[in-house]
Nanobody, 126 residues
């Protein structure tokens, strides 16, 4: 099992920045891919960013490319999402997720992630 705990959400003005953290523990050696998703009430959970364990290759949704950066500190067992130039449409609950067996090209498929955190709220005011 892998446990994921997010932190770092909050209220920020348009154009501001936030850094989300996801502390992971347990059978962390089994993780091949980690990602961030977000969800607005009434909508489906959508992909934001992901990073591969073996190569550190990162992937981004078009809506956040150039503004968000995903990174991972293996020594601290922490995944980060650095969010800059935030917009009101970035408002959502952000979830950290981890996958055991990554298949190339499926990084944005939420159904293939095995572990999820509880989520952290990000609110961007206009």
């Amino acid at each position: 099992q892998v446990q994921l705990v997010e932190s770092g959400g909050g209220l920020v003005q348009t154009g501001g920045s936030l850094r989300l953290s996801c502390a992971y523990s347990g059978r962390t050696f089994s993780i091949t891919l980690m990602g961030w998703f977000r969800q607005v009430p009434g909508n489906d959970r959508e992909f934001v960013a992901a990073i591969r364990s073996s190569t550190s290759t990162s992937y981004y949704a078009d809506s956040v490319k150039g503004r968000f950066t995903i990174s991972r500190d293996n020594a601290e067992n922490t995944l980060y999402l650095h969010m800059n130039n935030l917009k009101p449409e970035d408002t959502a609950v952000y979830y950290c997720a981890a996958q055991r067996a990554y298949t190339v090209g499926t990084y944005n498929n939420k159904d293939l992630y095995d572990y999820w955190g509880q989520g952290t709220q990000v609110t961007v005011s206009s």
